[in-house]
T-cell receptor, first 113, second 116 residues
Framework: GQNIDQPTEMTATEGAIVQINCTYQ??????LFWYQQHAGEAPTFLSY????GLEEKGRFSSFLSRSKGYSYLLLKELQMKDSASYLC??????????????FGTGTLLAVQP | NAGVTQTPKFRVLKTGQSMTLLCAQD?????MYWYRQDPGMGLRLIHY???????AKGEVPDGYNVSRLKKQNFLLGLESAAPSQTSVYFC???????????????FGPGTRLTVL
């Protein structure tokens, strides 16, 4: 079956670094997305990994290991505005012509002063 | 460029009532999706469409119907609402799947539906 696991909640301090892990078991893997979702708002795209390794984008980096079914999102120089839910989503090929995103339940990150 | 918009933003229904949620996108995307988001459950796909005139079932389609008569619009219908359909509904759209695989989904602001 399809399964995505990520921690429910995390707390970190402003200015610090935090790593949010995601493990997955899916078929037809076609990449992994990270989305950010502030309370009461829509998810917004952060990163996409399809090959093993690290993708860096400013303060945010995302890592993928396909053989281990593992990804992490790294947030550096944390700011109060980074308090949000972080959604891990695996893209799976569906019917050969499209893809479907399977979402984890999200990790609620609280950044404290 | 409004992106993905949804109407209404909030709605309260009584059990058995019907309603339609409207999603519109102005990015000329081929693919459109309807999700529901419940506490502790994550986003779950209800129905999706890979082009005008086409629809398909997602993970939790029961109790919902959809239509995609125009490329820019994707409608989600509840024929007879039940309390179990109380949720936040998100619409999303994306380009068709390309060789890169990165067809990022753009989400609308959501509709908060309560069924009493």
């Amino acid at each position: 079956g399809q399964n995505i696991d990520q921690p429910t909640e995390m707390t970190a301090t402003e200015g610090a670094i935090v790593q949010i892990n995601c493990t997955y078991q899916t078929s037809g893997f076609n990449g992994l997305f990270w989305y950010q979702q502030h309370a009461g708002e829509a998810p917004t795209f952060l990163s996409y990994n399809v090959l093993d390794g690290l993708e860096e984008k400013g303060r945010f980096s995302s890592f993928l290991s396909r053989s281990k079914g593992y990804s992490y999102l790294l947030l550096k120089e944390l700011q109060m505005k980074d308090s949000a839910s972080y959604l891990c989503a695996v893209s799976t090929i569906y019917g050969g012509a499209t893809n479907k995103l399977i979402f984890g339940t999200g990790t609620l990150l609280a950044v404290q002063p | 460029n409004a992106g993905v918009t949804q109407t209404p933003k909030f709605r309260v229904l009584k059990t058995g009532q019907s309603m339609t949620l409207l999603c519109a996108q102005d990015m000329n995307h081929e693919y459109m999706y309807w999700y529901r988001q419940d506490p502790g459950m994550g986003l779950r796909l209800i129905h999706y469409s890979v082009g005008e005139g086409t629809t398909a079932k997602g993970e939790v389609p029961d109790g919902y119907n959809v239509s995609r008569l125009k490329k820019q619009n994707f409608l989600l219908g509840l024929e007879s609402a039940a309390p179990s359909q109380t949720s936040v509904y998100f619409c999303a759209s994306s380009y068709e799947l390309g060789t890169s695989g990165n067809n990022e989904q753009f989400f609308g602001p959501g509709t908060r539906l309560t069924v009493l």
